[in-house]
């Protein structure tokens, strides 16, 4: 089947086996191999993915369900080589360590940031609640989340 789709603002376009996994399109045909392949089961959440605006784990879509949609990405995240402010709180904050999970991971909590730029404890674990970091590092994770979205406020404060 006929797909096009834009990916981290680089428009794509070809032909793909109807059945095959966006996860695995991205990663094997676009080689965007931050995008982790980490349960086929939806459980793990390192393979979620921004559609739209809104945080989808890729192993349960099909390329072919992502035709016309913007996606984004780990590797659409950083800037010019340029962390983003979640991205820094998270090292900072010692919120990662093997890596596994943090691509999912990152764009899940964008996502959360999005939607509410000052989440509570409990809304943050309730996001996390998708994601499956064998580290165990979800304190940090969510003292990172605070840290971050404090950066955030302060840089819209002072754009003003």
Same mark, same amino acid.
């Given at each position: 089947?006929?797909?096009?789709?834009?990916?981290?603002?680089?428009?794509?376009?070809?032909?793909?086996?109807?059945?095959?996994?966006?996860?695995?399109?991205?990663?094997?045909?676009?080689?965007?191999?931050?995008?982790?392949?980490?349960?086929?089961?939806?459980?793990?959440? =390192?393979?979620?993915?921004?559609?739209?605006?809104?945080?989808?784990?890729?192993?349960?879509?099909?390329?072919?369900?992502?035709?016309?949609?913007?996606?984004? &990405?780990?590797?659409?995240?950083?800037?010019?080589?340029?962390?983003?402010?979640?991205?820094? =709180?998270?090292?900072?904050?010692?919120?990662?360590?093997?890596?596994?999970? &943090?691509?999912?991971?990152?764009?899940?909590?964008?996502?959360?940031?999005?939607?509410?730029?000052?989440?509570?404890?409990?809304?943050?674990?309730?996001?996390?609640?998708?994601?499956?970091?064998?580290?165990?590092?979800?304190?940090?994770?969510?003292?990172?989340?605070?840290?971050?979205?404090?950066?955030?406020?302060?840089?819209?404060?002072? =754009?003003?």
């Amino acid at each position: 089947m006929q797909i096009s789709i834009k990916v981290n603002g680089k428009d794509y376009s070809g032909d793909v086996e109807p059945r095959l996994l966006l996860v695995d399109f991205l990663r094997d045909s676009l080689d965007l191999t931050g995008t982790k392949n980490g349960c086929d089961t939806g459980q793990c959440g =390192a393979c979620t993915i921004m559609i739209d605006g809104v945080s989808v784990k890729s192993c349960t879509m099909l390329a072919v369900q992502a035709n016309g949609s913007d996606v984004t &990405t780990i590797e659409g995240v950083t800037h010019n080589g340029q962390l983003s402010l979640l991205q820094e =709180a998270l090292w900072e904050m010692h919120g990662l360590q093997c890596g596994y999970c &943090t691509p999912g991971m990152v764009i899940l909590l964008m996502d959360l940031l999005q939607r509410n730029p000052e989440p509570s404890e409990a809304e943050i674990r309730y996001w996390l609640d998708g994601v499956l970091c064998r580290c165990g590092t979800y304190q940090n994770i969510i003292c990172a989340v605070h840290r971050a979205a404090e950066k955030m406020q302060s840089k819209s404060v002072t =754009a003003q």
